[in-house]
T-cell receptor, first 115, second 112 residues
Framework: AQSVTQLGSHVSVSEGALVLLRCNYS??????LFWYVQYPNKGLQLLLK??????LVKGINGFEAEFKKSETSFHLTKPSAHMSDAAEYFC?????????????FGKGTKLTVNP | DGGITQSPKYLFRKEGQNVTLSCEQN?????MYWYRQDPGQGLRLIYY???????QKGDIAEGYSVSREKKESFPLTVTSAQKNPTAFYLC???????????FGPGTRLLVL
């Protein structure tokens, strides 16, 4: 069974500072990993996904994440935070190698960007 | 425009009432999903369907029902048996051969 732990339910950074949102996963099979972003009262939007190709994955809006198998981690980073990055971020894992499969979501990290 | 639509945006339920949330997609996706979102709880899977006329229970199916009569549509009914229905409900869809799920804008259900 898969599970996801997001460390820190709230993260606050200054505009222009590094953003680091942590995600650790547990999976009995090689995982597919995802980061989604949610703005208030909106649906989730895919930021990026890892599907066993490159371990460093680049996504939209300048975000990237690195898959580290030895650490079972998939942390999300952005070099310089922008006010528009303020949102809630969800990490998710799927154990499927192909074919629709349930996603298991973390509980989310709310990012605040201070001017 | 391709995408997923959910209606209504806000829904109010009275005691003992069943209410139905709509989800429609024009992405030609085979799989569709319903999630419930509560503050600090992440997303929890209610039901999912990989093909028309078939669906499976997720982690929190009690008090909910679904149907999948058309590929484009996956309505969710919140029955009177669901004692704590106040939440944000999200519908998603995906192709059967890939895992990426695409989400609708959500419906917020409130109890009067």
């Amino acid at each position: 069974a898969q599970s996801v732990t997001q460390l820190g339910s709230h993260v606050s950074v200054s505009e222009g500072a590094l953003v680091l949102l942590r995600c650790n996963y547990s999976s009995s099979v090689p995982p597919y990993l995802f980061w989604y972003v949610q703005y208030p009262n909106k649906g989730l939007q895919l930021l990026l996904k890892y599907t066993s190709a490159a371990t460093l994955v680049k996504g939209i809006n300048g975000f990237e994440a690195e898959f580290k198998k030895s650490e079972t981690s998939f942390h999300l980073t952005k070099p310089s935070a922008h006010m528009s990055d303020a949102a809630e971020y969800f990490c998710a894992v799927s154990g499927s190698q192909g074919g629709s499969e349930k996603l298991v979501f973390g509980k989310g990290t709310k990012l605040t960007v201070n001017p | 425009d391709g995408g997923i639509t959910q209606s209504p945006k806000y829904l109010f339920r009275k005691e003992g009432q069943n209410v139905t949330l709509s989800c429609e997609q024009n992405l030609n996706h085979d799989a569709m999903y319903w999630y419930r979102q509560d503050p600090g709880q992440g997303l929890r899977l209610i039901y999912y369907s990989q093909i028309v006329n078939d669906f499976q229970k997720g982690d929190i199916a009690e008090g909910y029902s679904v149907s999948r009569e058309k590929k484009e549509s996956f309505p969710l009914t919140v029955t009177s048996a669901q004692k704590n229905p106040t939440a944000f409900y999200l519908c998603a869809s995906s192709r059967v051969d890939v895992e990426t799920q695409y989400f609708g804008p959500g419906t917020r259900l409130l109890v009067l």
